[in-house]
């Protein structure tokens, strides 16, 4: 009766620990069809729930994580055409993904982008299913995509080149759905220099090695350290921007490093304004300009 009762507790003991692990993501999936007339709403209700399904459902590593350690991100499709004879949609996506700084309240975004290429075709009944070693249809590998791209890229904030391997799985979706259909956007080199391709090519590239120390530098280091001692964790970002800068201009060619300062423009104004050495305020302002003049009143204010 006690052998019986400890293996009971055994596997109560295992199905507890299973529960309090969850899937990687925890993505809203929003679906915006205003510009698409004389349609019935279901087919994008139904979309809508299928992918919020096959990204929060879906174990995309080996990696475990708790319920509370889930990725906060967001992908908002924007329908801009949609035919219904070839149930194809032609959208705009913007991804984001999130990641809280430690010992504070305050999330930083570790990744936004827009993709202006984000078609595919979808009946009201399909089944999403995805395969990153078979890749059969545009929709999951986009998904699938932008999926394992969150993913490690936010553990390269967590620990140095931690997101390696799920990278690759990233980069081989790209080139596995190079051969769906010669109309498809996004997938191939030389097409954009901003496109899905360019983006994990860049990423993996080992020129852009900088790049990816800078996002622990960053984060881990920096962000990470500032609640309890601001001039450690900014004196570490003011490292991780000379790395950005080294990355620049390592691949001049590559978007990555002004993408990057783009969605950090506020949080860099916030790290810097009245606060640190007017000799590094300079600097940084300097460093910043010479990647992303375009944002220079904000590299202004920096200064400040």
């Known amino acids: ?39 019935s709403t279901q087919i994008f209700e139904n979309l809508e729930k299928n992918l919020t399904a096959l990204l929060n459902e879906r174990r995309w590593t080996e990696h475990q994580y708790a319920r509370h350690e889930r990725i906060r991100c967001q992908m908002n499709i924007s329908v801009t055409k949609y035919t219904e004879s ?5 959208c705009r996506l913007t991804v984001q993904s999130q990641r809280p700084v430690f010992n504070t309240n ?6 936004s982008i827009v993709d202006p290429n984000f078609n595919f075709t979808f009946q009201e009944y399909d089944k999403l ?41 990233a980069l081989n979706v790209c080139q596995n759905a190079q051969n769906l259909t010669t109309s498809a956007k996004g997938w191939k080199p030389f097409d954009s220099n901003k496109n899905r391709y360019a983006i994990i090519n860049d990423y993996l590239d080992a020129a852009m090695a900088p790049y990816r120390q800078m996002q622990y530098k960053y984060h881990r280091e920096g962000l990470d350290v500032m609640a309890e001692n601001p001039d ?17 201009q390592a691949k001049a060619l590559s978007m990555l490093p002004q993408i990057f ?3 950090k423009r506020d949080e860099l104004v916030g790290i810097y304004q009245g606060k640190g050495s007017p000799k590094d305020k300079e600097h940084i302002g300097e460093v910043l300009s010479s990647i992303n003049a375009s944002q220079s009143n904000y590299w202004n204010k920096l200064k400040r």
């Not at 070839?86 to 032609?90: K, L, P, S």
């Not at 305050?106 to 990744?111: C, I, M």
């Not at 450690?232 to 620049?248: F, N, P, V, Y």
């Open 1 to 39: 009766m006690r052998k019986i009762r400890c293996v009971a507790l055994l596997i109560l003991s295992i199905v507890a620990r299973t529960a309090a692990l969850a899937q990687e993501l925890d993505c809203t999936v929003t679906i915006n069809h205003q510009q698409v007339q004389g349609t």
């Open 86 to 90: 070839e149930n194809r949609m032609e």
């Open 106 to 111: 305050y999330t930083t975004t570790v990744w």
């Open 129 to 169: 299913e995805f395969r990153p070693d078979v890749i059969t249809d545009d929709l999951t590998a986009m998904v699938g995509f932008y999926a394992y791209l969150i993913i490690g890229m936010d553990l390269d904030t967590m620990s140095p080149l931690g997101g390696t391997e799920v990278l690759q799985t």
């Open 232 to 248: 450690r964790g900014r004196a570490a970002i003011t490292q991780a921007i000379d790395l950005l800068a080294e990355a620049h």
């Open 261 to 263: 300062t783009e969605y």
